[in-house]
C-alpha cells in the first residue's frame, strides 16, 4: 500500500493502539480501585474495635445489656458488663472484673467464647453455622482449646442481685444468693424467618434473700426452659426448698411470653412474707397471682 492508502492503515492501527493502551489503563484503574477497597473492607472488618460491637449488644438488648469501656477489636476485647433497665433509666448494676471474649472462625462457622472470672469460670461457646436448612446457634461450654464443646452442663453463674439494674421490681425487691443457668444440647435455630429453640436449660436460684423482709431466707428455686415437638419455649417454675412457695407454668411463642403462677408462705411463717407477696403480684388471700402476658 502507498500513498494516502498508506498513511490512512498507519493512522487507523495508531489510533487503535492508543485505543487498546487507554482501555487496559482504565480496566487497571478500575482493578486498582476495586482491589483498594476489598483491602480497606477486609482491613475494616479484621480491626472493627471492640465499641462497635458494645452498640450492636446495646441496640440487640434494648438498652438493658451494656457492653461498658469496651476495649480491643471485635474479634477479642474485653468490657465491663452492666443490666439498666433501659435507656434513660437510673437503674444501673455491674459485674465485678471484666469479660473477655474472642471470635473466630471454627467448625464451619463462626465461635464466640465468652469467659469472666467472677460468672464463667468456664469458657462459653456461642456456635453458629449456617446450611441449607438454615441458622443454627449452639450453646456450650469448652475447657480448653485442645477439648471439643461441651453441649451439656453448668454454664455460669451470677449475683442474684445484679437483677436490681433491671429497676422494677427487682430494684424494690433487693434479692441477694446466687443465680445458675445449666443447659443440655441447648440451641436456637432460624428457618424461614422464624427462630425455634432446641433442647433445655435451668436456671436456678440459691439461698435467695431480700431486703425487705425479716426472714434471713427465702428458699432456692428453679425455671425449667425447653422446647416442645413445635419449637415453642415452655416454662415450669418450681420451689426446691424454703420459706416462700413459688410455682407457674407458661411458655414463649411467636406473639409474646405468657405465664401463670403464684406464690405463698409456708404453714411455718404466714405473716413474714406479706409485704413481699404484695410486691409479687395480685394478691388473693393468703397467696399472690402472677401473670404476665
Same mark, same amino acid.
Given at each position: 500500500?502507498?500513498?494516502?492508502?498508506?498513511?490512512?492503515?498507519?493512522?487507523?492501527?495508531?489510533?487503535?493502539?492508543?485505543?487498546?493502551?487507554?482501555?487496559?489503563?482504565?480496566?487497571?484503574?478500575?482493578?486498582?480501585?476495586?482491589?483498594?477497597?476489598?483491602?480497606?473492607?477486609?482491613?475494616?472488618?479484621?480491626?472493627?474495635?471492640?465499641?462497635?460491637?458494645?452498640?450492636?449488644?446495646?441496640?440487640?438488648?434494648?438498652?438493658?445489656?451494656?457492653?461498658?469501656?469496651?476495649?480491643?477489636?471485635?474479634?477479642?476485647?474485653?468490657?465491663?458488663?452492666?443490666?439498666?433497665?433501659?435507656?434513660?433509666?437510673?437503674?444501673?448494676?455491674?459485674?465485678?472484673?471484666?469479660?473477655?471474649?474472642?471470635?473466630?472462625?471454627?467448625? *464451619?462457622?463462626? &465461635? @464466640?467464647?465468652?469467659?469472666? #472470672?467472677?460468672?464463667?469460670? %468456664?469458657? $462459653?461457646? !456461642?456456635?453458629?453455622?449456617? =446450611?441449607?436448612?438454615?441458622?443454627?446457634?449452639?450453646?456450650?461450654?469448652?475447657?480448653?482449646?485442645?477439648?471439643?464443646?461441651?453441649?451439656?452442663?453448668?454454664?455460669?453463674?451470677?449475683?442474684?442481685?445484679?437483677?436490681?439494674?433491671?429497676?422494677?421490681?427487682?430494684?424494690?425487691?433487693?434479692?441477694?444468693?446466687?443465680?445458675?443457668?445449666?443447659?443440655?444440647?441447648?440451641?436456637?435455630?432460624?428457618?424461614?424467618?422464624?427462630?425455634?429453640?432446641?433442647?433445655?436449660?435451668?436456671?436456678?436460684?440459691?439461698?435467695?434473700?431480700?431486703?425487705?423482709?425479716?426472714?434471713?431466707?427465702? *428458699?432456692?428455686? &428453679? @425455671?425449667?426452659?425447653?422446647? #416442645?415437638?413445635?419449637?415453642? %419455649?415452655? $416454662?415450669? !417454675?418450681?420451689?426446691?426448698? =424454703?420459706?416462700?412457695?413459688?410455682?407457674?407454668?407458661?411458655?414463649?411463642?411467636?406473639?409474646?411470653?405468657?405465664?401463670?403462677?403464684?406464690?405463698?408462705?409456708?404453714?411455718?411463717?404466714?405473716?413474714?412474707?406479706?409485704?413481699?407477696?404484695?410486691?409479687?403480684?395480685?394478691?388473693?388471700?393468703?397467696?399472690?397471682?402472677?401473670?404476665?402476658?
Amino acid at each position: 500500500m502507498r500513498g494516502a492508502t498508506a498513511l490512512t492503515t498507519r493512522w487507523l492501527e495508531s489510533t487503535l493502539e492508543v485505543a487498546r493502551w487507554e482501555n487496559m489503563r482504565r480496566a487497571g484503574r478500575r482493578w486498582g480501585w476495586w482491589g483498594a477497597g476489598v483491602g480497606a473492607a477486609l482491613g475494616l472488618i479484621v480491626c472493627a474495635p471492640a465499641p462497635w460491637l458494645a452498640q450492636g449488644v446495646e441496640s440487640m438488648s434494648n438498652g438493658k445489656l451494656l457492653l461498658a469501656d469496651a476495649s480491643g477489636t471485635i474479634w477479642h476485647g474485653d468490657a465491663v458488663v452492666v443490666l439498666t433497665g433501659g435507656r434513660g433509666s437510673r437503674d444501673a448494676r455491674t459485674l465485678p472484673g471484666r469479660l473477655n471474649w474472642s471470635m473466630r472462625v471454627a467448625g *464451619g462457622g463462626l &465461635r @464466640l467464647t465468652l469467659q469472666q #472470672d467472677c460468672c464463667l469460670p %468456664v469458657p $462459653l461457646v !456461642l456456635q453458629l453455622n449456617a =446450611g441449607l436448612s438454615g441458622v443454627r446457634l449452639a450453646v456450650g461450654t469448652q475447657p480448653d482449646a485442645a477439648s471439643v464443646m461441651q453441649p451439656a452442663g453448668e454454664l455460669g453463674q451470677w449475683p442474684a442481685a445484679w437483677l436490681g439494674g433491671l429497676g422494677t421490681p427487682w430494684n424494690t425487691l433487693q434479692l441477694s444468693g446466687v443465680l445458675r443457668l445449666a443447659t443440655h444440647d441447648l440451641g436456637f435455630q432460624w428457618v424461614q424467618g422464624r427462630v425455634r429453640m432446641v433442647g433445655r436449660a435451668e436456671v436456678t436460684l440459691d439461698n435467695a434473700s431480700s431486703r425487705i423482709t425479716t426472714l434471713e431466707r427465702l *428458699g432456692s428455686y &428453679r @425455671l425449667n426452659v425447653a422446647s #416442645d415437638d413445635q419449637g415453642q %419455649v415452655q $416454662l415450669q !417454675l418450681l420451689t426446691l426448698d =424454703g420459706a416462700l412457695q413459688l410455682s407457674g407454668s407458661g411458655g414463649v411463642t411467636p406473639t409474646g411470653m405468657r405465664f401463670r403462677g403464684e406464690a405463698r408462705a409456708s404453714d411455718a411463717n404466714p405473716g413474714a412474707l406479706d409485704n413481699l407477696l404484695n410486691i409479687i403480684g395480685r394478691r388473693e388471700g393468703d397467696r399472690s397471682v402472677i401473670s404476665i402476658g
